[in-house]
């Protein structure tokens, strides 16, 4: 099993930006890609980035691309999403999330799920 604990959410102004952080734990030699999804109230999960934990592949969705950039550190089990230029419809809980092969854009192809952390942006 992995373990995923996100942290760095919060209240930021529109504009403005935030780094998340989510720290893996257990099996993390199984990890192949991690990723991050966001869901905002009312709306179905979505893709936001996801990397390969080699560091030679990433992908963005195009609503952040440019915006928000995933990045890892592999000393420390931790994979990031620095996120700048906010804007209100980024309002989302932020969740990380880890496959054992490649995952993609799709929520069904990954395995494991931090309990997620909400970003609020305001206007």
């Known amino acids: 099993q992995v373990q995923l604990v996100e942290s760095g959410g919060g209240l930021v102004q529109a504009g403005g930006s935030l780094r998340l952080s989510c720290a893996a734990s257990?099996?993390?030699?199984?990890?192949?890609?991690m990723g991050w999804f966001r869901q905002a109230p009312g709306k179905e999960r979505e893709f936001v980035a996801t990397m390969s934990w080699r560091g030679d592949m990433t992908l963005h969705a195009a609503s952040v691309k440019g915006r928000f950039t995933i990045s890892r550190d592999n000393a420390k089990n931790t994979v990031y999403l620095q996120m700048n230029s906010l804007k209100p419809e980024d309002t989302a809980v932020y969740y990380c999330?880890?496959?054992?092969?490649?995952?993609?854009?799709?929520?069904?192809?990954?395995?494991?799920w931090g309990q997620g952390t909400q970003v609020t942006v305001s206007t």
């Open positions: 257990g099996r993390t030699l199984s990890i192949y890609v």
């Open positions: 999330t880890a496959a054992q092969a490649y995952g993609g854009t799709h929520v069904s192809n990954y395995d494991y």
